[in-house]
């Protein structure tokens, strides 16, 4: 989710350069699809989170979630995460390809999607992993 927020929508939208938009930076910019590829991406991590395969519904972080009884604002943090799928998702229907186009032309539309998604990242990265005991870390340490 983090490439999807960063690379294939806050750099175009100017979310990492200071305000300045680059709509050429798009993934897919010449085919026009790019909306349509975060969609799918976005999609693809949430089947994962929920166990949803080609074989059928099997076991996801949804279900260990559950197991643990994780709490989130006086509610199921399950709940929460799944709600906030749909949410983001919801706001990228918003979005029409080509997406430089919506930069240009949208960029509050676009901007509704990059917040929501990034609700979503705090929620899986930081209260999910919080939730199940797992400790995220950003070091090599392979033994150089």
Known sequence: MELTKNFRIGIPLGKQS?????P???EAY???ISV???ELHIQAIENLYLGRSSAGN???FDDYLDQM?????GGSLNAAIKNQFTATLSKFALLTDPL???IVNNPAVVDAA???LQKTIVLTKTDMASALSILITYVDNDGD
Not at 18 to 22: H, L, N, S
Not at 69 to 73: D, I, K, L, M
Request: glycine share 22%; proline share 0%; aromatic share 14%.
């Open 69 to 73: 009884e994780a709490g989130y604002n």
């Open 36 to 38: 349509e590829l975060a």
């Open 100 to 102: 430089s186009a919506d």
């Open 114 to 116: 990059y917040l929501e």
């Open 30 to 32: 010449y085919s026009g």
């Open 24 to 26: 050429e930076k798009v």
């Open 18 to 22: 200071g305000g300045v938009t680059y």
């Open 58 to 60: 099997g076991i996801g």
